[in-house]
């Protein structure tokens, strides 16, 4: 990825932090794409892992953990291992190990920890829904749950879920997105 395509996307998460919901739905349109070529390459061909799980769980943690990006850093970085911790998390549940080099997460393991949303600001957030939208966003985000286990639960559709999961996510984003 370009220097020049790190500026763009990090201009994008500025302004989408600054409250820019348009901008917000390019960013996350354009991290999507940067995420699934990522996620092939590390999963392979004939994984028994669904990649596009991995795109939503990491298109959650961005819009969840967008307060933890730094502005003047570069954004690819803390992207990019956003979506290893998630391959990682997801070969995990399966009972598979991989192994990575922890020049990798160099960059990660070096940064400061910073606070993360309560359990009050959680379920502020889940009440702000409507009820299909809370039982995704909830199975998802806060149990862990994939897309194909969310459906199985709930007895919906893996597309219908995915729907469910974005529109939800877009809904917060749209209530709380915006900082004062």
Known sequence: ??????????????????????????????????????????????????????????????????????????????????????VIDAFRRRGQRISLDIDAFADVLAAEESETASERDIERALASLSEGQRRVVAAISVEGRSISETANALGMKETAVRVALHRGLAAIAAKFGKTS
């Open 1 to 86: 990825m370009t220097p020049q395509k790190d500026k763009e996307l990090a201009a994008r998460m500025r302004a989408a932090i600054a409250g820019d919901t348009t901008g917000y739905d390019q960013l996350l349109r354009d991290i999507a794409g940067l995420v699934r070529g990522l996620v092939a390459r590390k999963l392979g061909p004939g994984s028994a892992v669904d990649a596009e799980d991995i795109v939503q769980e990491t298109l959650l943690a961005v819009h969840l953990k967008r307060h933890t990006w730094r502005p003047e850093a570069p954004i690819l970085p803390w992207i990019y291992a956003i979506a290893r911790y998630k």
